[in-house]
Nanobody, 115 residues
Framework: QVQLVESGGGLAQAGGSLRLSCAAS????????MGWYRQAPGKQRELVAR??????TYADSVKGRFTISRDNAENTVYLQMNSLKPEDTAVYYC??????????WGQGTQVTVSS
């Protein structure tokens, strides 16, 4: 069984930074795709960033501010979030998958950005 555990969320001021981490454990083989989604109150879950073995994809709203990276040896994915805005406030979920679809999900970590 695969488990994904996020960490690094919390409270930040606008313009500040946070770094999220997501570590996979359990029956692990190398994931092809890992990524971050977020869900704000009253809104649908949306893609923030995803990374496969060859490419990275970002939502337009975070391009230039957020950076996704991964450590394949540790099955860990990171999200460096800079120049945070109040509209970045959401629960951030880590996902992973062996193909293109993210089929495994973490419990989420709250990110709150104050103005």
């Amino acid at each position: 069984q695969v488990q994904l555990v996020e960490s690094g969320g919390g409270l930040a001021q606008a313009g500040g930074s946070l770094r999220l981490s997501c570590a996979a454990s359990g029956r692990i083989v190398s994931f092809n795709a890992m990524g971050w989604y977020r869900q704000a109150p009253g809104k649908q879950r949306e893609l923030v960033a995803r990374i496969t073995r060859g490419t990275t994809t970002y939502a337009d709203s975070v391009k230039g501010r957020f950076t996704i990276s991964r450590d394949n040896a540790e099955n860990t994915v990171y999200l460096q979030m800079n120049s945070l805005k109040p509209e970045d406030t959401a629960v951030y979920y880590c996902g992973a998958g062996y193909g293109q679809t993210l089929g495994y999900w973490g419990q989420g970590t709250q990110v709150t950005v104050s103005s």
